[in-house]
């Protein structure tokens, strides 16, 4: 049984962020599978042939639309009820003392929620995510909706 990831940040690919599709590359160089999820696209921005490329194996939340989202945490709160609520206190929780908001922090949680749903699709054990950003409280709350356990990488603290 081979091992498989999944790498999760808020734009990806994204110009600036060619050092992540090296890393990526240098991981899967290693027998590890990469799943790459990205928050949004920025596919208008992509000039490179190889960030083309990693667009193509790239799956992007935010594709779903605002049904798709509402569908995907009504899902998971009919089939995941307990997991689901402590989620959404989660979200309130931080959400409440963040300079972003509550109402962003229930979006994260119907992120979470569509890539619980592609996650269970792969053989994904552990999300990764870049940047102490919107991404990471995606992959909080989706591991509090039983998702794989998560880590983060933050750059210039």
Known sequence: MSTAIAYLVNQYPK??????RREIHGVEACGIDVYRFSVRSRSDELVDAADKAELQK???????????LLIGMLTVAITR?????????????????SE????LHIIYLAEA???LKRLAKTPVTH???HF????????????VLG??????WARGI
């Open 132 to 143: 102490g950003t919107n991404s990471t409280t995606v992959a909080m709350l989706c591991h």
């Open 15 to 20: 110009v600036s962020h060619s050092f992540i």
């Open 147 to 152: 998702g794989p356990p998560y880590s983060a």
């Open 113 to 115: 929620c569509v890539l």
């Open 100 to 103: 972003r908001g509550l109402l």
């Open 81 to 97: 009820p307990i997991p689901f609520f402590k989620a959404l206190r989660l979200a309130i929780q931080v959400g409440w003392n």
């Open 127 to 129: 999300i990764h995510s």
């Open 58 to 68: 790239t799956d992007v939340i935010l594709s779903v639309g605002l049904i798709g």
